[in-house]
């Protein structure tokens, strides 16, 4: 008893901050990765939420950042996962911001940061490391530099988009330049842009990641995170990447042999339901859980496109059309910001009407418990790295129309490596547009049909070959393990 007492104050003695950039998509995996080491490995967490708070607001005085109360406590009367403020001033909206301001304002509150970890450390809770999000490493590393403190870099895409990265950071054998071209109009989708890249499958030029919906030039997006990916293969103790073995194994073997920096896939997706303290802009609507309980089994179309997405207003009318003409039961996420311009009330109205009953529409969901939910029965999905692994944890099948980034690449993952999900064809002649016809036609083929039934098997072994990584013993908790213990 003595030695497990001993143990167990070993292990409180670890002290991480984390902080996320300031979106959903990296939010939550960090919450998510700083929960598991808070249950399994006894962390005190620090969580520094970067809020955003809008132009001309004054960022709140440090005093107010720390909520831990006095150096006196006990270890046992702090909660072990306590969450701070550091706001963002002069970014109050997401969508009128540069992916490159956003970084920068980012990286700016790295004063704030060092302050708030030297005051932790003079209230007698010593930080042990720094948990950063990928894109949050240039707020970090210099702090992290100047405190001596271990950073750990949390990847919160696949592998296979930060070996990507990787090759296209070398210039060899993908160049920047051909990485651009691969979506100019005069370049067929479906030709080969690439072939023979260790732990990459052969790419087309459809699966080659852009940034085309963005307001930043695709070039100086590429070549800032380029830069972030140096910064942290120099400066980081260690990547962890929130993916599994049994899903991209020669990918996590293929980085693991070709960077410097430590690589641990660790895969952090699969957390308690009842626990889940993600944060995001949007209130959870739980109202659409006892709605499911009402409707059979397997039957619903989750749809939801996560949180950075925009919609043209002719691609919602497509999609509004397709969905309803496929006569299934669907749960909508429509985000008031996800199309410009339309009167968000009398579109909900219009379109809970024309569903006679068949649809729910909502601004944000408890993503987790509606994939966990045994009535729905598919997700249409933009294949945000979070959504596609969220999905597969619970067994659901994507119907896939991929948005930008690395949405591409997942697509082409889910649906040709894995063989869970299909592509919406919508997209196969570039520029031509979505069509509700062939959208009706995809969700009910998805839903209904024989290849709808065959991803449906499919996502169910996969859950299950995935979920075993996680387990006790498993190898994302042995990773998680060499991680924690080479932080010692
Ligand atoms: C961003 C990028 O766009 C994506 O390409 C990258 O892989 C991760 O970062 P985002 O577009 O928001 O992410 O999508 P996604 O990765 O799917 O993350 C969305 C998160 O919000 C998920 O954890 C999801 O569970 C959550 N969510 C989404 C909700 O909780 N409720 C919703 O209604 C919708």
Known sequence: ALQEQQGRKEKQQHHAVALAFPTSGHVNPVIRFCKLLVKLHGFAVTFVDLRPVPEGSQALPHTSMATPSSAGDEQQSVPLFRRVQIPIAGVSDLFNISFQSLFEKTASVGPDLERLIVSLNDQGRPVTCIVASFNATFTVQSVADKLHIPFVALYPCAASRLLFTHYLSRDDPISLQSVIEAHSPTKDREDVFCRGLPGLPTLFNKDVPHFKHVKDETRDLWELIIRIWKACSAKAHAVAINTVQDLEETTCR????ACDVP????GFWMEDLSDDIAISS???DKSCIPWLDQQPNASVLYISFGSLTLLSQAE?????DGVISSK???LWVLRP???KDIDYSVMVMDIMEKSEGKGLVIEWAPQLQVLAHPSVGGFLTHCGWNSTSESIAFGVPMLCWPYFSDQLL???YIVDEWKVGFELDTKKEEGSGLK???IETAIWAFMEGEEGKIVRKNAQKLKEKASCCLLENGPSYMKLKALVDSLK
Do not use: G, M
């Open 410 to 412: 997942n697509a082409r």
């Open 328 to 330: 299934q039961r669907f």
């Open 337 to 339: 910001d996800l199309v």
């Open 316 to 320: 919602f009318h497509a999609f509004i």
């Open 254 to 257: 293929a980085l693991a042999d």
């Open 263 to 266: 690589i641990y896939d660790v």
């Open 282 to 284: 949007w209130k959870e």
């Open 436 to 438: 509700s016809q062939e």
